[in-house]
């Protein structure tokens, strides 16, 4: 069982879209996924299904319970999810001498069987508070989906030296999956631009496969849809496969 983090600062990135599509496009392949979603927004409970009723990812993190009593199915087959609730904007304002919150959901994560889920995909909030570092110590891989814009780079040249803070402090076992191009036009002589910009800082650490914007990628959350089920022949779908394909290869 792999644990990924889905981790940007920015908003609108599309750390959402990637958790629920590459999760669902993972499940197509036969892999049992479990998002677990960290965002007091919920983007990704209300789009997998979740009606926000029982336990949460808040119960996980703040109360003495069991991991697997906080698993909910969703609307994709061989896809698990542990709802949002907005209670998770209060973890961050944690009591200082709470000394093991920021590792909290790694401890309790290591109660999931392995042999009922082969990845966990974590949805993040916009920000590198307690939620962003605990999926962070809780994960071996961050997933960075990034922006064909001009704060690009400062933005992941700062999650970078996160990344390298908590992996030295907390979770030596911690590595950069790759980060993933997103709401790309390459249209643009500027989305251009900066995709060359982070080929050229990042190299191999720049998945092959990007994600450009799309209509019906935006329509589908509407109807509670993944891509993959929405339109499964549009070039969006086709983009997440083919993102799963590579995933599964990074991953091995």
Not at 179 to 197: F, G, Y
Request: aromatic share 6%.
């Amino acid at each position: 069982m792999k644990v990924i983090a889905i981790v940007n600062q920015k908003g609108g990135c599309a750390k959402t879209t990637t958790v629920v599509n590459l999760a669902a496009a993972i499940a197509e392949k036969g892999k049992r996924v479990l998002v677990i979603d960290l965002d007091p927004q919920g983007n990704a409970s209300q789009w997998l299904g979740s009606t926000g009723a029982g336990a949460n990812a808040y119960d996980l993190l703040m109360q003495e319970c069991d991991v697997n009593s906080v698993l909910t199915e969703s609307n994709v087959v061989n896809v698990g999810l542990i709802a949002s609730t907005r209670l998770l904007a209060k973890v961050e304002r944690a009591p200082v001498d709470d000394i093991e919150i920021e590792t909290r959901l790694k401890n309790r994560l290591s109660a999931l069987s392995p042999q009922k889920w082969d990845f966990v995909l974590i949805d993040t909030p916009p920000t590198l508070g307690v939620l962003t570092l605990n999926a962070m110590n809780a994960a071996n891989f961050l997933l960075i989906p990034v922006t064909t814009h001009v704060m690009t780079l400062t933005g992941v040249a700062q999650l970078v030296q996160l990344f390298e803070e908590v992996r030295d402090q907390f979770n030596p076992e911690l590595s950069i999956l790759g980060l993933l191009p997103s709401r790309v036009d390459l249209r643009t002589r500027h989305a251009q631009e900066i995709l060359s910009a982070l080929n050229h800082s990042f190299g191999k650490l720049v998945f092959k496969s990007h994600i450009r914007e799309s209509v019906r990628l935006a329509e589908a959350p509407s109807f509670q849809e993944n891509i993959l089920l929405y339109n499964p022949k549009s070039t969006a779908a086709k983009e997440y496969r083919e993102l799963a394909t590579e995933f599964l290869k990074r991953t091995q």
